[in-house]
């Protein structure tokens, strides 16, 4: 069975840093995973994703240069969030697509956590 657990979201002010984590388990590693968010009022936005199979990371563009996705040798998979802004506060949500190439696109993901609150103060 597919299990997705997100943990590490919490207040933050702006210039901070977080480290989301997403435990994941009941399916092969080599798939990707992603890291997505959902904002009051918007729709979900892929945010990071990883993939052990081709080896890459990707990340969306207001992203760029402040967030990291790694991930251990186990079944944990990492978000670390640098420089935070007010415009980061949302819900964030880790996904498989069962697949070894990544995507940022939340319609080709099926599985999904819960989500973990990240709430920015400026």
């Known amino acids: 069975q597919v299990q997705l657990v997100e943990s590490g979201g919490g207040l933050a002010q702006a210039g901070d840093s977080l480290r989301l984590s997403c435990a994941a388990s009941?399916?092969?590693?080599?798939?990707?995973i992603a890291w997505f968010l959902q904002a009051p009022g918007k729709e979900r936005e892929g945010v990071s994703c990883?993939?052990?199979?081709?080896?890459?990371t990707y990340y969306g563009d207001s992203v760029k240069g402040r967030f990291t996705i790694s991930r251990d040798n186990a079944n944990t998979v990492y978000l670390h969030m640098n420089d935070l802004e007010p415009e980061d506060t949302a819900v964030y949500f880790c996904?498989?697509?069962?697949?070894?190439?990544?995507?940022?696109?939340?319609?080709?993901?099926?599985?999904w956590g819960h989500g973990t609150r990240v709430t920015v103060s400026s």
């Open positions: 990883i993939s052990r199979g081709d080896g890459n």
């Open positions: 996904a498989t697509n069962r697949q070894f190439s990544c995507s940022l696109d939340p319609a080709d993901f099926a599985s």
């Open positions: 009941g399916f092969t590693l080599n798939y990707a």
